[in-house]
């Protein structure tokens, strides 16, 4: 019996360290870590037991034999390897390093993200409802840590599984498993609640910024000068620009300035997405008196469109081109744009362009300038500049003939495509007494149209215009990509080498050399 004493220890002293292993990185087998501890437990006490229950002789002939210097000697090995592997685990878990070398970065923040909840205003937590062996329960887990490592400590997490808290998916109307919901506490004492159906990072972050958000903020979308419509799914129309703000957690409504008196109360932002009759005149004076008062308006106006626009953008120290910007730098054709496709690379720094390095698209544009001299109270600049190889074509007849060419008078490059200006406001609102209107003018209207917004920094673009308009300024930056993925097609061919090479040619030459070595062994 003294010889079972040794294999008892070893194996008891494994099952208490494989129970504490399971505890710590796999909490969720509630019956395996503690089975492991106990039955290790036991193991070790008869290994002790049968050690020196055959007397003192017994003992010293069983602790000196050589099976128990071995069984110690890999007993102390086991001990040592373990210790190693904890002290290397407490040291990463507080110094690590990530490296994501996925093509777009998907196991990785997005700048936005790490914005955002950087720039928590209250403490938020995130309870997530999960079974122990869900698929996607160690992704969310994996997302919910980097969400809770950018926050400085404002942003907590837990996992619970619904079936053994019924309760507590009962208080937040839990009803499938794979829900998030976020709770924030406000500065008001209000506690706000927001539910996701999935634990994916885009949705995470707008949950954030709805959650601590005060109120809902509206972007108006002017109507009846035969703009581009957000109800529209066709590739002119404006569906899926609806949807980009509406997930950054935007209501969006139609306006029809013509029927009213003035912009709406709750207007975050007016839109003019491509008119192309002019305004009434009451309309131009409701935008006027809109932008007296602190108000936020967003121009697109496409070339030789709305003329009657350009009074009113005056005001603001700039001024429409009468003209279609033509770019022949080569760089648009390496992206599949023509030369009516001025392709920007070069922002002029702003809060809307930080950190801003995509290529923004803008389909048959026109030049807005900014004023040498500027009106009282205003300040204007450039945001977004075509090539040194572009210039402003002027001459409508060689662009109805496409046969353009750089003529003697016209603009050449680099031009302002975009840009911005800020007003001082004549009526500010109450408690705002330094509130200033925000202008944004775009010579295009077409690079958020469904067509061009998902392409290269468009969508990116536009979403930090509309931040930046609603003072939104933490939003601003590069947001979640969406995950893609990319088969590997096979031939026929390589579909039969990948089975013969690794299941049958690889273990068969194993085999062959096992048994030659044992052959030759035997041999000598």
Not at 11 to 23: D, E, F, K, N, T
Not at 418 to 446: F, Q
């Amino acid at each position: 019996m003294s010889r079972l004493a040794t294999p008892a220890l070893v194996l008891g002293l494994i099952g208490i360290a494989l129970g504490g292993v399971l505890r710590v990185y796999r909490p969720s087998w509630g019956a395996a870590w503690p089975a492991a501890l106990i039955v290790g437990g036991l193991l070790v006490l008869a290994g002790l037991y049968l050690s020196f229950g055959s007397g003192s002789a017994g003992a010293r002939r069983a602790w000196g034999g050589r099976t128990t210097k071995y069984g110690l000697n890999a007993l102390v090995m086991i001990v040592l390897i373990l210790g190693v592997i904890v002290m290397v685990e407490a040291v990463s878990y507080r110094h690590n390093w990530r490296a994501d070398l996925t093509e777009n970065r998907r196991n990785s923040l997005s700048p936005q993200t790490i914005q955002v909840v950087r720039a928590l205003a209250a403490p938020v937590k995130a309870t997530a409802f999960f079974r122990p062996d869900q698929p996607g329960k160690r992704t969310a887990e994996d997302l919910l840590k980097q969400y809770a490592a950018r926050s400085d400590g404002k942003f907590t997490w837990e996992v619970v599984d619904a079936d053994r808290n019924p309760l507590l998916a009962k208080r937040y109307g839990v009803e499938t498993y794979g829900t998030v919901v976020l709770e924030a506490k406000l500065a008001d004492g209000q506690v706000k609640e927001e539910k996701l159906t999935e634990a994916e990072e885009e949705k995470l972050t707008n949950g954030l910024v709805r959650v601590i958000r005060h109120g809902k903020r509206v972007i108006y979308f002017l109507k009846g000068h035969g703009e581009k419509d957000t109800a529209d799914t066709e590739k002119a129309g404006l569906s899926q620009v609806k949807g980009a703000l509406e997930k950054t957690s935007y209501e969006v409504k139609d306006l029809l300035l013509a029927r009213e008196s003035k912009v709406p109360d709750d207007a975050a932002i007016v839109v003019l997405a491509g008119p192309q009759k002019d305004l009434f005149p009451n309309e131009v004076d409701a935008l006027a008196g809109y932008v007296a008062k602190a108000g936020k308006v967003f121009f697109l106006v496409d070339p030789f469109q709305a003329p009657g626009l350009g009074p009113l953008i005056d005001r603001y120290g700039l001024t429409l081109g009468n003209d279609v910007i033509i770019d022949v730098n080569p760089q648009g054709r390496l992206l599949g744009a023509g030369p009516e496709i001025p392709v920007v690379v070069d922002y002029v720094s702003h809060p809307i362009t930080r950190d801003f390095r995509f290529a923004t698209l803008f389909p048959v544009a026109r030049t807005v300038t900014v004023k040498d001299k500027l009106p009282q109270g205003v300040t204007a600049q450039g945001l977004a500049r075509t090539s040194a190889e572009s210039w402003a074509e002027t001459n409508q007849e060689q662009i109805r003939t496409g046969q353009v060419r750089p003529d003697p008078g016209e603009a050449r490059g680099p031009l302002t495509v975009a840009a911005v200006a800020t007003v001082e406001a004549k009526e500010a609102p109450a408690g705002r007494k330094d509130a200033k209107a925000r202008v944004v003018v775009v010579g295009d209207s077409d690079f958020v149209s469904n067509g061009f917004l998902n392409v290269s920094g468009n969508r990116d673009f536009f979403l930090n215009t509309v931040s930046w308009l609603a003072e939104e300024e933490n939003l601003i930056a590069v947001r979640p990509k969406e995950s893609r993925t990319n088969p590997v097609f096979l031939t026929a061919a390589q579909d039969q080498v990948l089975f013969w090479v690794p299941v049958v040619l690889l273990p068969l030459a194993m085999v062959v050399a096992g048994g030659y070595a044992v052959a030759r062994k035997r041999g000598k």
